[in-house]
Every structure is written in C-alpha cells, then in structure tokens.
C-alpha cells in the first residue's frame, strides 16, 4: 500500500543535527496519521507521500521547517517569589495568556536561578537548529473511522482513550 492521505504510516527514524550529533535515536518507532492531521512536520510529510513500506528517505529541514528559529523576546527574567521553593533548571511549566487563548500557550524551560530572579526561556529546546530526519517505511495500513474523526492514530503507539 502507498503511503496516501488518511493513511496510518509507522516509520523507524533517527534525527540528527546537522553536523551528525544525535538527537532522537528512535528508540520507539513513530506512528502518525497522513494527510495534514499534523503528527509529523509538513516537508517529511510531502517526501513520504506515494511511499510504502521498506522505502527509506532523508530529509534536510532548516529551523524554520522544524522547531523555528531562536527568538530572543522570549528569554524572560521573572521574580524569584513568583516560583515555588522547590524549582531547578531544566524544570518546564506552560504559562497560558492572560486572555486564556490556548493558542499563545508556551513552554517554558528554566535556565538560571538566583536568590532574587529565575530565568526563563520559551523557546523550543531545538530552536534555530537544522536537523536530518532519517526514516524507513515499516508499516502503512488504511485508518480506522474513529481515527480519521479524531484527527490521530489509535492503539500501540497511538493516542489511547
């Protein structure tokens, strides 16, 4: 079966950065739904069209097409009263708007802490970083129903409900 909208793909990958550094190994093989649903980024999606299975490809993507570029306005230096006592770098929070609107909802990682001021830095961890999506095609079946009407795949590394 060729890899088509609406179909469910499993894929063994590994992602690395640009010079070869590993990211990802793939430890657990990706399982998305093709056709714009969003579970894989949109030019690995397009390379694995009209693929099947035992197909392998490598795909280039800068900042842009992946984690998006590194923007600075989002390093934050908040007061230090506002956390608990018990924070450490590297902990993550997600701080909603103030308007409540789930779109500007962000991750943040913290960076520093000082006796007074703690760091934070709402950039995806791999902002500004090119990678190379390697992947092999070990599986593609027709999606479930109840898949296509949840936009996700169900089941062994799937959504389950």
Known sequence: ???ARNSVVTLSYKVTDSDGNSIDEGVNPMVY????YGGIFDRIEEQLQGKRSGDSLEVKLLPEDAFG???AELINIEDRHLFPENI??????????EEDDDADDRLF???DITADKVVVDGNHPL???AIVFACTVTDVRVATAEELSHG?????HGHHH
């Open 1 to 3: 079966m060729l890899i």
């Open 33 to 36: 739904l093709h056709g714009g």
């Open 69 to 71: 570029d590194y923007d």
């Open 88 to 97: 450490e770098v590297g902990m993550q929070f997600e701080r909603g708007s």
């Open 109 to 111: 990682t913290i960076t």
């Open 127 to 129: 902002a500004g970083v």
């Open 152 to 156: 996700h795949v169900h089941g062994e």
